[in-house]
């Protein structure tokens, strides 16, 4: 059975910290790595990850994927209220579904 | 639309009812998904439609579940005689046409949340 594990479950930061997020991965007919933004209503695209060991960069988030440890990390440097919201990493397989990890709750603090 | 919609934003039911719960995808988006999302969880996948083809409907957690897009854009999901554990978000994805690309991101619409009383 396909599996999406993250970690930390929830996190509490300062504005200004830097986090770090964890997500491992494990599914047939792997395809790609998606990270999505959810705050209280549906998920926001962030990242897509196909290419193992290939940073991607949008202001201050940044992701990789490492194929080899089946796994995913996401970076937001200078943290920022607005950052508060639940982090979501999927993991694309056969027929393009996408298998969910239970989140990480992110709480930055003023 | 620039999105994808989803009809109604909120509903009630009483347990026992029967739902149907719209979406409407992204013009030209020939993939859509039905995602169920619980309180406190990631979304889980329910079934998968290319055009008006559903080639994946191992999500759906019983015979009571139902979904069709028989036009190949507009999709609706049918729970019967509805249950109080069918409480949850529902949410629709869209995804791109296909092409030589290995995979496209999945835009979701801002889901039904559905509560059964």
Known sequence: EDKVVQSPLSLVVHEGDTVTLNCSYEVTNFRSLLWYKQEKKAPTFLFMLTSSGIEKKSGRLSSILDKKELSSILNITATQTGDSAIYLCAAMGANSKLTFGKGITLSVRP | ?117
């Open chain 2, 1 to 117: 639309g620039a999105g994808v919609s989803q009809s109604p934003r909120y509903k009630v039911a009483k347990r026992g009812q029967d739902v149907a719960l719209r979406c409407d995808p992204i013009s030209g988006h020939v993939s859509l998904f039905w995602y169920q999302q619980a309180l406190g969880q990631g979304p889980e996948f329910l079934t998968y439609f290319q055009n008006e083809a559903q080639l994946d409907k191992s999500g759906l957690p019983s015979d009571r579940f139902f979904a069709e897009r028989p036009e190949g854009s507009v999709s609706t999901l049918k729970i019967q005689r509805t249950q109080q554990e069918d409480s949850a978000v529902y949410l629709c994805a869209t995804m791109k046409p296909l092409s030589g690309k290995i995979s496209y991101e999945q835009y979701f619409g801002p889901g039904t949340r559905l509560t059964v009383t």
